[in-house]
């Protein structure tokens, strides 16, 4: 059996090593580039950031299994894949532990930019005792633009914080904002009122027709003044341009950002100039994550392998 695996040798923290590692029999060739030609010869394509399209699977001539290592699936036409007959599925973010370990970088970036983080380096320099005055999390709003996998870990953790949550999603309902504890959810026609009420403001969705630039001129204008915006689920959430004017009035404090419109971003980038903590898409990137990842991947591949019941199907 022959996986495809669309990205360099070396990323995703190990993960293609820890793939040959638990499945010997299996070869698994590591590509970014092949990845955008031809999958002929393939019986497995694992997609990460690629864009499977109809033309690209045109040229899949053994293809069977379309097989995220993560969740998300923005970037695969799932539709064309299954008139070929070829499965796609992922690995749920809730299953793997990275939506755990996203939320626990969301919650990293979220105290970094209340502690003014990018001025420490130069308080320590100038042998400043007690600078720059930050802010507290206690009693602040933190508004979650999505409430998957991702906005449930970052909910279930910053209770303990005694901030206010709120959240909109596809859909709300009020038992889904009890259980995890929100005082209230909206729909998605309701995120110009979280933007107007959170202190900070935290995405986590997927890229797609309806989120693409979900974050635009008119949204950070209805964002509170002084308020930070984290993105931790895909860089076509927020229209570059208006959040780097944004940045520069000075109406947001701050972002965090772990996905970008361009990746790897350009360190060059005007974006870092202003108030920003950045991390190279390295969210999902830990030892919990990699190793659910891993599982889940390997297991559906073995599944593949004996002829049997493929989990998390898509297509």
């Known amino acids: ?17 820890q793939l040959r590692q638990q499945l010997p029999d299996v070869e698994f060739i590591a590509s970014a580039s092949h990845a955008a030609q031809s999958l002929a010869g393939f019986d497995v394509l694992i997609p990460g950031m690629a864009r499977v399209d109809a033309h690209l699977l045109q040229t899949a001539d053994n293809l069977k299994l379309i ?14 894949a299954g008139e070929q007959g070829i499965i796609v ?7 793997s532990g990275n939506a755990d370990s996203v939320a626990e970088l969301g919650i990293w970036m979220m105290i970094g930019l209340a ?3 990018l001025e ?5 320099a100038q042998q400043r005792l007690g600078q720059p005055t930050g802010l507290g999390l206690m009693g602040k709003t933190v ?21 206010r949550l709120i959240g909109v999603k596809r859909d709300a309902d009020r038992a889904f904002a009890e259980q995890h504890q929100l005082s209230w959810l909206g729909t998605m026609e309701q995120l110009p009122d979280l933007l107007a009420e959170a202190d900070f403001v935290i995405l986590s969705l997927p890229d797609n027709a309806q989120t693409r630039h979900i974050i635009n001129e008119n949204a950070l204008t209805q964002m509170k003044a002084g308020s930070f915006l984290i993105n931790l689920g895909r860089g076509g959430l927020i229209e570059k341009q208006a959040l780097i004017a944004a940045l520069e009035l000075g109406h947001i404090a701050g ?16 974006i870092f100039s202003y108030n920003v903590i950045a991390t190279p898409h390295i969210g999902g990137v830990t030892d919990i994550s990699l190793n659910g990842n ?8 073995r599944r593949l392998r004996d002829d049997e019941e493929i989990l998390h199907r898509w297509a």
Do not use: Y
């Open 294 to 301: 891993v599982a889940g991947v390997c297991e559906n591949i």
């Open 89 to 95: 599925a992922n690995v749920p973010s809730d299953d």
């Open 115 to 117: 502690r003014k983080a």
């Open 255 to 270: 972002a965090g950002l772990d996905v970008f419109w361009q990746e790897p971003p350009d360190p060059q980038d005007k």
């Open 67 to 80: 097989q995220q290592a993560g969740a998300g699936l923005e970037g695969v036409d799932i539709h064309s």
């Open 143 to 163: 508004g979650l633009v999505g409430v998957g996998g991702i906005g449930k870990a970052l909910a279930k953790r910053l209770t303990a914080f005694g901030v």
């Open 1 to 17: 059996m022959k996986v495809l695996i669309a990205a360099e040798e070396n990323a995703w923290g190990g993960m293609i090593q």
């Open 120 to 124: 420490l380096p130069d308080s320590i």
